[in-house]
């Protein structure tokens, strides 16, 4: 299948916070010598800390270059339209043609529909992260937010679905069968180191930070778990509108020497350290219209991948696998229920060994070089399955 990767060209559409599926999608593709692969992020504009588009390119395996371009980031109604606008203007001035475009959001799917009109690509793939039913405050945005979902959906030559809690919505959207593919959240196994133990009582936090990842609980419960484990820590890798807030909590707590916050990392700056972690933590806030409840949280998949045990909040649909699998534990969303299964299993060596050892093995199951060749090869590629 590599020879076939070499006929055809790639560009990947995001709107971007942290590390995530289009640098794992760039990377497969780079690796597997595409003849052209091109990756533009566009920044999150609910995340107003970043601030300019992101475009690499790779020609047949060898990095070509990186350039940057300003752009708005708020307020985020207005920083869409101009990114759209930005995108169909790149796409006619800076990037060349290509066969596929991989667009993993609503919005940017439909302009790269546009650019298919326009003869700028041959197909379309719309790669869905989730849906939450009030992801803007404003309700009439909530409204466009889904009409765009419907018409991305319908109108793409193939669907990706981060998790298979959006097949019933694809099928009340009359989108046949065979252009739906699950393709979940999860790392490639081989780029990341895997250890059998850990090192201390050192926890993790990847991710945003913001209200819908729970983070204001994270000062709270370090308050509680080193009154009974004195020399426990806490890593926090990421960015978001509550980092000040965040700060003010940590000092206030009087928990500077306990919490660190890294900032932004890219993954090969962490992949090889994270397995060190004791636990890694997930605490997303209970909401039926939660983002979170229609889609695959990758920190899960990442810590998992490293042998770290995770405790994620009950009631989620990756909740029920953690628990299934014995990947780690569930806790009741407040900062007590977390504290106290933190404690629970620093205290508990054996528990914790034997949780890492499923981890460890189960992840293997979901290394996402494997999920894309499989899918390239179902979508792309028929006769070479």
């Given at each position: 299948m590599s020879n076939t990767y070499k006929n055809q060209s790639f560009l990947l559409l995001a709107h971007y916070a942290t590390f995530a599926?289009?640098?794992?999608?760039?990377d497969f593709l780079t690796n597997h010598k595409a003849y052209?692969?091109?990756?533009a992020n566009f920044p999150l504009p609910e995340l107003p800390f970043l601030k300019k588009i992101d475009i690499q390119t790779t020609e047949m395996g060898i990095n070509n270059q990186l350039k940057t371009f300003p752009t708005l980031s708020k307020p985020p109604a207005l920083a869409y339209i101009i990114q759209a606008i930005q995108l169909v203007w790149l796409?006619?001035?800076?990037?060349p043609k290509h066969d596929i475009i991989i667009a993993q959001d609503s919005l940017l799917a439909i302009i790269s529909l546009l650019l298919k009109c326009l003869g700028r690509c041959k197909k379309v793939v719309y790669y869905c992260h989730g849906l939450g039913n009030s992801r803007f405050?404003?309700?009439?945005?909530n409204r466009v937010y889904q009409l765009l979902d419907t018409?991305?959906?319908r109108y793409s030559d193939y669907n990706w679905l981060l998790t298979t809690k959006l097949i019933p919505i694809r099928k009340t959207q009359q989108i046949p069968d065979t252009n739906i593919f699950h393709v979940p959240a999860s790392i490639p196994i081989s780029k990341i180191n895997r250890k059998t133990i850990s090192t201390g009582n050192r926890l993790i936090y990847i991710g945003v930070l913001d209200e819908r990842n729970g983070v204001m609980l994270l000062p709270t419960i370090m308050k509680i778990v080193i009154q009974s484990i004195p020399d426990a820590t806490l890593d926090i890798i990421g960015d978001g509108p509550l980092l000040n807030s965040l700060e003010v909590s940590i000092h206030s707590l009087a928990l500077d020497r306990h919490i660190r916050l890294l900032g932004l990392?890219?993954?090969n700056e962490y992949s090889k350290i994270l397995t060190d972690y004791a636990i890694g933590l997930a605490p997303y806030r209970n909401a039926t219209d939660n983002?979170?409840?229609?889609?695959?949280?990758?920190?899960?998949?990442?810590y998992n991948a490293a042998g770290v045990p995770v405790i994620t909040t009950k009631g989620f649909h990756f909740s029920y696998e953690i628990e299934t699998s014995g990947t780690g534990v569930t806790a009741n969303f407040s900062s007590e229920n977390y504290a106290h299964a933190i404690i629970s299993l620093l205290k508990n060596n054996k528990t914790l060994r034997s949780i890492r050892s499923r981890a460890l093995v189960y992840s293997k199951n979901n290394d996402v070089y494997d999920i894309y060749r499989?899918?390239?090869?179902?979508?792309?590629?028929?006769?070479?399955?």
């Open positions: 599926f289009q640098d794992l999608l760039f052209l692969v091109t990756k796409s006619f001035w800076t990037l405050s404003i309700s009439y945005l018409i991305a959906a990392k890219k993954f983002l979170t409840s229609n889609t695959d949280p990758m920190k899960i998949r990442i499989k899918t390239f090869a179902q979508m792309l590629f028929p006769s070479l399955k």
